[in-house]
Nanobody, 121 residues
């Protein structure tokens, strides 16, 4: 299983970005996907996750109402739409492939390489 995250970039505060996480899987069904991020000088933190079917998700409080996770299993891709971005959202964003809507890193078996999001004030 390989994951490829992309879509990061530089955006002004209040702007939007959409990240994508493409999952390459030889066999097996889609699994839950989570997004984590690691800001400058910070530990990696959970942001949001979506189940394999795409009908359940949850978010950390700091992004609720601003970020939306979704998926298209026909394209093997999970999306993270980020609106009303703030400078504190600046981080490398990683997607992980796992079994449930876990918020801990060890609950994800495979990871993408990360994509950098920079929000200027």
């Amino acid at each position: 299983v390989q994951l490829q995250a992309y879509g990061g970039g530089l955006v002004q505060a209040g702007g939007s970005l959409r990240l994508s996480c493409e999952v390459f899987r030889d066999v097996g069904s889609p699994k839950a996907v989570g997004w984590f991020r690691q800001g400058p000088g910070k530990d990696r933190e959970f942001v949001t996750a979506i189940n394999w079917k795409g009908d359940r998700s949850y978010y950390i409080d700091s992004v609720k109402g601003r970020f939306t996770i979704s998926r298209d299993n026909r394209r093997n891709t999970v999306y993270l739409l980020m609106d009303s971005l703030k400078p504190e959202d600046t981080a490398v964003y990683y997607c992980g492939d796992g079994y449930g809507l876990g918020y801990r890193e060890y609950e994800y078996d495979y990871w993408g390489q990360g994509t950098l999001v920079t929000v200027s004030s």
